[in-house]
């Protein structure tokens, strides 16, 4: 069973840095061989694809608008998941949702299967 629990989310100025992470707290805490995703969801938006990262870490995706500012990352010994965002903008001010797929490396919302509740970020100009 996996139930994703994120946390690192905050207020913060402009410009500024969080670390998102992503933990299970199911009865078998592995995410080893799931191939991660964080997504992120702004008042009166849509859900969307931030990042991606494969089992092994070996292949990694973003979405253009964090390209060069974010870094998605994974310790399968720590059984978490991260999100290092730095120079963040009002823009991304959202709930971010850490979700785990098996067996596809995706970036659709569809392909996962097992979603965190979420930690908000709200950056401030």
């Known amino acids: 069973q996996v139930q994703l629990v994120e946390s690192g989310g905050g207020l913060i100025q402009a410009g500024g840095s969080l670390r998102l992470s992503c933990g299970n707290s199911g009865r078998s805490r592995s995410l080893i061989r799931y191939d991660m995703g964080w997504f992120r969801q702004a008042p009166g938006k849509e859900r969307e694809f931030v990042a991606a990262?494969?089992?092994?870490?070996?292949?990694?995706d973003y979405v253009d608008s964090v390209k060069g500012r974010f870094t998605i990352s994974r310790d399968n010994a720590q059984h978490a998941v991260y999100l290092q965002m730095n120079n963040l903008k009002p823009d991304d001010t959202a709930v971010y949702y850490c979700?785990?797929?098996?067996?596809?490396?995706?970036?659709?919302?569809?392909?996962?299967?097992?979603w965190g509740q979420g930690t908000q970020v709200t950056v401030s100009s």
């Open positions: 979700a785990a797929s098996l067996p596809s490396y995706t970036h659709d919302i569809a392909g996962y299967d097992y």
């Open positions: 990262i494969n089992w092994s870490g070996e292949r990694i």
